[in-house]
């Protein structure tokens, strides 16, 4: 694996960051968001926080979430659930349980995923550990621009900062010293994303470790 990772924070690391957190950056922080009517808000009965996302295999979530775990031993922290790991397209953010319709059928107009091979190791913050492609394909780009013109058509807001391809793997680490981060990084071997899904994830609003329900 790579050394770790200078890229920027996405807009859904607040989302990733679980316990310490337990807020979803892009619904709080006021970041740019697309055009439509669905813009964050305070969660109330019948609305979820909304994001797109590809699924890994099940053989990768699994070797994922024991990368996870193996890193949550050694860095503290919560390590994300194989069930639970994503890819982030595009944030959502809240929005009422009517917008999911518009969301499953946004999926239609996206090709099918290739594979990534899962092979950066970064951190956001001092407590956010996650794993990326260390050269994100053409195809994974070409699929957020899809993604992001259909929901524009659609009228759904969501962020529009910069696509910053990862998977979050552990939430609420110690304070992280870059120089041990690479050095973890150095002795794991790539992870083959296998055949991936694209789903609409969902979380309930209320604080606390997050739970995803998927939809596709």
């Not at 697309?34 to 994001?51: Q, T, V």
């Not at 107009?109 to 956001?124: E, K, R």
């Not at 699929?143 to 609420?172: C, I, K, N, Q, W």
Request: aromatic share 6%; proline share 10%; net charge positive.
């Amino acid at each position: 694996m790579g050394a770790p990772s200078p890229r920027p924070e996405p807009p859904d690391a607040g989302a990733e960051s679980g316990a310490d957190v337990g807020a979803d950056v892009g619904a709080e922080s006021g970041g740019q968001r697309g055009p439509g009517n669905h813009a964050a808000a305070a969660p109330a009965s019948g609305h979820a926080r909304y994001f797109i996302a590809l699924r890994p295999s099940a053989r990768a979530r699994r070797a994922l979430g024991a990368l996870a775990a193996s890193l949550s031993r050694r860095f503290g922290g919560r390590p994300i659930g194989e069930h639970d790991l994503h890819l982030t397209l595009a944030f959502i953010g809240t929005a009422p349980a009517s917008v999911e319709p518009a969301l499953r059928g946004s999926l239609a107009t996206l090709d099918a995923p290739g594979s990534l091979t899962m092979a950066q190791l970064g951190h956001f913050g001092p407590r956010l550990l996650w794993i990326g492609p260390e050269s994100p394909p053409p195809w994974l780009d070409g699929m957020v621009h899809t993604l992001r013109g259909e929901l524009d058509r659609l009228g759904v807001a969501y962020d529009t900062r910069r696509f910053s391809p990862h998977l979050t793997l552990v939430r609420g680490a110690r304070p992280i010293v870059a120089a041990a981060l690479e050095e973890a990084g150095t002795t794991l071997a790539p992870i083959a994303s296998g055949r991936m899904r694209v789903c609409v994830g969902a979380s309930a609003g209320a604080p606390g470790p997050k739970r995803y329900r998927w939809l596709d």
